[in-house]
């Protein structure tokens, strides 16, 4: 059994310089853009959207731009297995995460647990084994 949710919509930019993406989506759906001072800070950011909402991440990306989803899970392995067997195919397995794709063509990732409040939450899936396909809510 493993749990699972949407964490994050992520504002894929294909843009030279990030800060262009962070001001925009700052201003335009009226969060504060929170800016790292970490190595990796000129490629991430994300908008402080209130703890009862997704994540909202901004990405600077070489191919065309586009929102994404993380799905955030306690067990990516287990996540990865239940989501090919729903016709899903992974894209690329990184050291943090896996990239997927739909078959509808849409590109996601399977993530760790992202939102402090995953493992207190009443709003995540919890699955049975992938082979039962079962989907019970967390109460």
């Given at each position: ?42 490629q991430y ?95």
């Amino acid at each position: 059994m493993h749990k699972s949710r949407l964490a994050a919509l992520v504002l894929d930019s294909k843009i030279d310089d990030i800060e262009t993406a962070n001001q925009f989506w700052e201003q335009a759906l009226g969060y504060p853009c929170i800016r790292s001072s970490e190595d990796w800070s000129s490629q991430y950011s994300h908008l402080q959207a209130p703890d009862n909402q997704p994540h909202i991440l901004v990405q600077k990306v070489d191919h065309e731009s586009r929102v994404h989803l993380d799905i955030e899970t306690d067990n990516i392995e287990a996540e990865v297995l239940r989501l090919q067997a729903i016709g899903a195919q992974v894209i690329k397995k990184l050291e943090r995460w896996v990239v997927m794709q739909a078959p509808t063509g849409h590109r996601f990732c399977v993530v760790n647990p992202q939102r402090k409040d995953f493992e207190s939450s009443g709003s995540v899936n919890v699955w049975e084994s992938s082979d039962t396909q079962e989907q019970k809510r967390d109460n």
